[in-house]
């Protein structure tokens, strides 16, 4: 005879269920998880649970809902965001074209609450920028994260941070930009930051520059043929 057991889900296994969720796209899913977690499992949730749900809607592009579950936790919970919340709440705005919502989010998780922002935070508050065509604060982001926080910048950071100032015709800050990125902080420009590039040299008609940075683009555009060629199987005779 077998003994059935019947196991009741924790606050964790919630929260890793809408973590799987939001790599999966599957918002609503997470959305409803979280709501059955108080409502039928008698569950309370924690930051972790609600950092999940919320880059679940990020990645959904619910940055609304997003926003509503970051004030709930607050003031329904008295829970405190950290460092994950904060980033996914400030990606879902940058995701939904809300610029001031994100750059005000950055903002107080450093004066409200003295959390140092990561990578992934600042990334996400340039993007906003970009997205909402504020060069001169992409920039001072890009500084920013150097010189104060003593954060690494990625190539994603440089990507954001030029096609901002290519978006704002600030063809000068972004050529700079490219070459601070090489000759400072030592990263190799991918084929997004040769395009931004290019696109910067353009609008600054300079076409020397546009040459210069075009070779580069199919010297970075032959060696992925190489890598994806060498990378195929081979075939078995």
């Given at each position: ?15 890793a269920?809408?973590s799987?969720?939001a790599?999966g ?6 959305l409803?998880l ?7 499992l008698?569950?309370?949730?924690n ?6 749900v ?5 990645k959904g592009?619910?940055?609304a809902r997003?926003?509503?579950?970051f ?5 329904k919970h008295?829970l405190?965001?950290n460092v994950i919340?904060?980033?996914a709440?400030?990606s ?19 004066t409200?609450?003295?959390i140092?922002?990561?990578?992934i935070?600042?990334n ?9 065509q ?5 920039l001072?982001f ?5 010189a104060k926080h ?11 941070a030029?096609?901002a ?6 063809w ?5 930009l490219f ?5 400072r902080h030592?990263l190799?420009?991918?084929v997004?930051?040769c395009s931004a590039a290019i696109s910067?040299c353009?609008e ?7 040459l210069?940075h ?10 992925a ?9 081979s075939?078995?005779?």
């Amino acid at each position: 005879m077998q003994t059935e057991y019947r196991l009741k889900p924790s606050v964790i296994t919630c929260s890793a269920a809408m973590s799987a969720c939001a790599v999966g796209h599957q918002w609503t899913q997470a959305l409803q998880l979280f709501e059955e977690m108080e409502t039928r499992l008698w569950l309370t949730p924690n930051v972790i649970s609600y950092s999940a749900v919320i880059t679940a809607c990020e990645k959904g592009q619910q940055w609304a809902r997003a926003l509503r579950l970051f004030d709930d936790m607050q003031i329904k919970h008295w829970l405190t965001p950290n460092v994950i919340t904060y980033s996914a709440a400030i990606s879902a705005c940058e995701n939904g074209g809300q610029f001031v919502e994100a750059l005000w989010l950055f903002q107080e998780m450093q004066t409200k609450h003295q959390i140092r922002p990561d990578v992934i935070t600042c990334n996400a508050a340039i993007s906003a920028c970009e997205k909402g065509q504020r060069w001169a604060e992409a920039l001072w982001f890009y500084n920013e994260m150097h010189a104060k926080h003593r954060l690494k910048l990625d190539v994603i950071t440089c990507n954001a941070a030029i096609s901002a100032c290519v978006k704002g015709q600030a063809w000068a800050e972004a050529l700079w930009l490219f070459e601070d990125m090489r000759s400072r902080h030592w990263l190799d420009p991918d084929v997004l930051t040769c395009s931004a590039a290019i696109s910067a040299c353009e609008e600054g008609q300079q076409w020397a520059e546009v040459l210069r940075h075009f070779e580069d683009l199919q010297e970075l555009t032959m060696h992925a043929q190489e890598f994806t060629w060498f990378s195929m199987p081979s075939k078995k005779k």
